[in-house]
């Protein structure tokens, strides 16, 4: 019998798309282009997730719509295949990482198949491949010969940096390093994670509160040297760049506060002798406020430039360079206890909220430029050097930090806002128990009291300008981004130290040459880390190290990039991946950007996304691309949690309560009314039902049970493994699955029973055209050649109708939906036109094309329908030929009418009184009024 078979129609339309290279993109699209990309794997050991295919579904139904309705589309699939796993991997067995990672590939690359997504696989790629990695090293070069011109506000090649006269004349070296110190890729020292008992630098996600995640060893934070990117350059055009893409608000809002733009004003407290200031002032007016802070001014970075006059101390960062200069004999002892004690706190730790205070005083004063007071400077931890000047004026009235601080030491409140008349807690802002952080009026602050805040700020940060005193600053959050790493598994920098006869570095450097690329990983007999706090590639012979060229010896660069490069430009290599020339062929770049749909985790909203921008960003400065940013639209998928988990709760007497009436006790102990401990008990699907919004014990309607879902994970154990799925109900019904169970965007709970009812589903979709009952696949009797009549007319155009706005809005669940009224509605008929059966194949085909493909075929068909014009559908047929309409007397439902859909109101009126029902209530009675409401109803008000 002819059932329906997934297991046998699937890996035959698999390998029929493959041979004809059915979904192959053409190189240059001819006119309307669509180019859709998919976040791409990490191969990882444990295979695809169920999390996948979610978005891949997403994205193939978008392609597979979208060449059905004449467009070009690019849809390609790769790897990004460098990671830390494949090296532990590595150092484990001694097996190099990149046997792991093609192993790992390749069983992705099957499942991915398995599930009939329409990639066009000629383009796959992995960052791994050294053909790959020869360009990203390539792109490394470009970024090393960048410097970013604030003036245009934008990326210029290094030989276009003017060098100012001072430097030319110190000669070539002085000339380079102003060179290196203006380049996107520069060296810096950096803390690194090092961790003597493993003796191996840790990435930051290998260790937990201090301490490696593999073995518990303490790790230690060391100064290394390591290649940065100045991304902050570009702080700018990234916030900018965001107000024409179409991305979620969300995503923007990350990527905005990640940025963390915010102006103000940086003021000089003078820190000379106080009898000197009135001169120090004056001198400052004729000499103007210098771009570097001079040596006898502590320099601030404020937002609230108009709290000057409630400034009552200072706070410099442990690591200020003025510490030292600060520090009385008196206090020395104290701050350098306290310096140390703050080196082994993260920036993290020292500015989080809820902690009290730490802080010493320096025993200096420096003097308010708007007053000429003294104020107290103090060196506390949450003001981090990084950010801003690296210290503060402090304004315990206005700030929260600077009030616990205060509070904390005793330091002096004074009030310079006035709160808004409706502000909340004005009377415990007066007393000085809270700060007010908020906008108001100035008081206590010389000239400008009564101006609101915003004048107050603009009047003040003036009037510091032309004293020489001031200026107007804006800072970013956004720091520069650590582009190293001491690994093994990852792209070698195209970097040469030189080095003399000892092998010692003189501090100079070049670039390898890009006509030599890739420079790629040397061959090391183990993985095993040698033990010192440097990259494994120190390990390297010195055939690989050691490098001659024009006459000079070099040592190779031994860090190697981290996994985020790799994933900066692969959109691009995807449109040209066999080009030996250039990463990618302009004419091609041209035609195929920017990527129109990109859909992925919400989870890569900030480090991916900025990343890749900048890279683009970059590389559209320089002239390689053709726009200025890579992801026109971008969506989310939501994430797929593990199936509901229910728990009921009992007491010692083995009698359930109700989880209504549990509460926690300190010990996260659940207990019940009477407050005793309970237990708890884990419950099957099956022994629980649900009412309303929520889910009982079977059978006792009292007894709530608790409900969640749980992220997928192997210590849980609820991570459904999408081979078994496959095996088990068929690809396409697992597809289905996924694009049925809500909102593409929306967080839900895996459900098996869910997935049952797609495949009863696709079975009935089966028999609707298939002969169950014949020996071979044959159509089924009541599928015929007749014209539909009008009612299946009707159904078959809504379903066009609202299948086809439905996918174009990616509202794929409800297309679904709408498909399956189709199939009750047509398994009812005796009747199935052929054509009401075609146009239905081909709306399915995007959701579960295996299916789609071997009904065309039964349907006579000897093409595969990719490429079919999909169905259109005709106004006319969805108006309704007549109407039922209700007719109420004296607002009460009487009776129902049926009338032609274009009947005008007199005709109507006419059809209402002769129906015998409406007589009959009328009998003896007087009509008083008569109202129509076109196609919705009669109302008839009688006496
Ligand atoms: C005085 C003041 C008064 C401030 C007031 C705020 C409110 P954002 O918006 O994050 O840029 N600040 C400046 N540099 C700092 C550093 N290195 N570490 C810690 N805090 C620092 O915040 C800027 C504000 O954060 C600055 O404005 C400064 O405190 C503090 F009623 O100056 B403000």
């Known amino acids: 019998m002819p059932r329906y078979n997934p297991a046998e129609i699937e890996p035959r339309w698999q390998s029929f798309w493959e041979q004809n290279k059915t979904f192959a993109a053409p190189s240059l699209p001819s006119g309307d282009k669509l180019y859709v990309l998919d976040m791409f794997p990490y191969p990882s050991g444990d295979g695809l997730h169920v999390g996948h295919p979610e978005g891949y579904t997403a994205t193939d139904i978008v392609c597979r719509f979208a060449r059905m309705r004449g467009r070009d589309v690019l849809h390609p699939m790769g790897f990004d295949a460098f990671g830390l796993p494949a090296e532990e991997h590595a150092i484990k067995t001694g097996e190099h990482p990149r046997v792991q990672t093609e192993k790992n590939i390749a069983t992705f690359t099957r499942q991915l198949k398995m599930l009939g997504f329409s990639y066009d696989w000629d383009r796959s790629l992995a960052t791994t491949d050294v053909e790959y990695v020869r360009w990203t090293q390539w792109i490394f070069l470009v970024l090393y010969d960048t410097w970013f011109d604030p003036e245009s506000q934008r990326g210029r090649a290094i030989a276009e940096l003017p060098i100012p006269e001072s430097v030319a004349a110190q000669g070539e070296n002085a000339v380079e390093a102003y060179r290196d110190a203006h380049r ?97 002032k004056a001198r400052r007016s ?77 025993g200096s004063h420096a003097t308010n430029p708007v007053n000429g007071q003294p104020v107290p400077v103090w060196i506390a931890d949450y003001v981090l050097a990084s950010y801003g000047t690296g210290a503060i004026m402090a304004v315990p009235a206005h700030d929260i930090r600077d009030h616990e601080f205060a509070v904390q030491f005793g330091l002096p409140i004074v009030r310079v806002v006035e709160p808004p008349a409706d502000a909340e807690d004005r009377e415990a802002v007066a007393e000085g128990r809270v700060c007010f952080a908020g906008h108001g009026t100035a008081i206590a602050s010389g000239p400008y009291d009564g101006l609101p805040t915003e004048q107050v700020k603009q009047q003040i940060t003036d009037r510091l300008t032309e004293e020489g005193l001031g200026r107007h600053a804006i800072n970013y959050k956004l720091r520069d981004w650590l582009f190293s790493r001491q690994r093994f598994w990852g792209e070698p920098f195209p970097v040469l130290h030189e080095v003399d006869a000892e092998g010692n570095r003189t501090g100079r450097k070049r670039t390898v040459p890009a006509e030599t690329l890739p420079v790629d990983l040397p061959h090391l007999d183990d993985f095993k880390p040698h033990g010192r706090p440097e990259p494994p590639l120190e390990k390297a012979s010195d055939e690989w190290l050691f490098v001659e060229l024009d006459g000079r010896r070099y040592k190779r660069e031994t860090n190697t990039m981290p996994q985020w490069a790799g994933s900066c430009w692969y959109f691009l290599r995807y449109i040209d991946p066999k080009n030996t020339e250039q990463f990618v062929s302009p004419e091609l770049e041209r035609a195929w950007m920017p990527v129109d749909l990109y859909v992925g985790g919400a989870e890569h909203a900030v480090l991916h996304l900025l990343y890749s921008r900048f890279w683009h960003k970059v590389l559209y400065d320089r002239g390689h691309v053709s726009v200025p940013e890579p992801f026109q639209r971008l969506v989310n998928q939501g994430m797929i949690l593990g199936e509901l988990e229910y728990t009921a709760y009992q007491s010692d007497g083995d009698e359930f309560i109700s989880s209504a009436e549990v509460r926690e006790n300190e010990e996260g102990k659940a207990v019940g009314p009477a407050g005793n401990v309970l237990r708890t008990v884990k419950l099957e699907e099956s022994q629980v039902e649900k009412a309303g919004d929520h889910f009982v014990l079977s059978g006792e309607p009292a007894i709530r049970v608790d409900a969640r879902s ?47 009812g797609v495949r009863n589903f696709l079975d009935r979709v089966w028999r609707m055209i298939v002969d169950a009952r014949a020996e071979e696949v044959t159509l089924a009797a009541e599928v015929v050649d007749a014209e539909p009549d009008e009612d299946s007319l009707r159904m078959l155009h809504r379903t066009i109708r609202s299948v086809t706005e439905d996918t174009e809005a990616m509202s794929f669940n409800t297309a679904i939906a709408r498909m399956m009224e189709f199939v009750n509605y047509f398994t009812r008929q005796e009747q199935r036109p052929r054509a009401a059966m ?80 409406v007589q009959a209530a009328l009998e003896g009675k007087k009509l008083v009024k008569t109202v129509v409401v076109p196609g919705r109803m009669v109302s008839l008000v009688v006496k």
């Open 184 to 280: 996107l890729a520069y060296e810096d020292d950096a803390l690194v994670n090092w961790c003597p008992a493993l003796g191996t630098v840790l990435a930051n996600e290998e260790v937990v509160d201090g301490r490696s995640e593999r073995g518990n060893h303490p790790v230690q934070r060391l100064p290394l040297r390591q290649w940065m990117l100045r991304i902050t350059a570009y702080a700018e055009r990234l916030l900018e760049g965001l107000d024409d893409l179409d991305w979620p608000a969300g995503i923007k809002k990350l990527q905005q506060d990640w940025i963390g733009r915010s102006s103000g004003a940086e003021v000089d407290f003078y820190i000379g002798p106080p009898a000197e200031f009135e001169d120090w």
């Open 838 to 917: 075609e146009a239905f194949v081909l709306l399915l085909s995007p959701y579960a094309p295996h299916l789609a493909e071997e009904l065309w075929k039964t349907l006579g068909h000897d093409q595969t329908l990719a490429y079919q014009p999909w169905p259109t559908w005709d106004e006319a047929a969805l108006v309704e030929s007549t109407l039922e309409l209700p007719v109420q007397i004296n607002g009460k439902m009487r009776a129902k009418i049926t009338v032609p859909a274009d009947l005008d109101q007199a005709g109507v009126t006419e059809a209402v009184m002769a129906n015998d029902r």
């Open 286 to 362: 004729d000499t103007g406020f210098a771009s570097a802070a001079p040596e006898d001014a502590l320099r601030v970075y404020t937002t609230r430039p108009d709290t000057l006059f409630g400034a009552t101390y200072m706070v410099i960062a442990p690591e200020h360079p003025l510490v030292e200069r600060l520090t009385t004999p008196e206090q020395s002892a104290a701050v350098t206890r306290y310096r140390e004690a703050a080196s082994f706190k993260s920036d993290r730790e020292r500015t989080e909220g809820d902690r009290t205070k730490t802080g010493v005083f320096t």
């Open 710 to 756: 749980f992220k997928m994970s192997k210590s849980r154990g609820n991570v459904v493994n999408p081979d078994a799925i496959v095996r088990d109900y068929g690809a396409d019904s697992l597809r289905l699955y996924e694009m049925f169970m809500g909102p593409l965007e929306a967080t839900k709970p895996w459900n098996m029973s869910g997935v049952g």
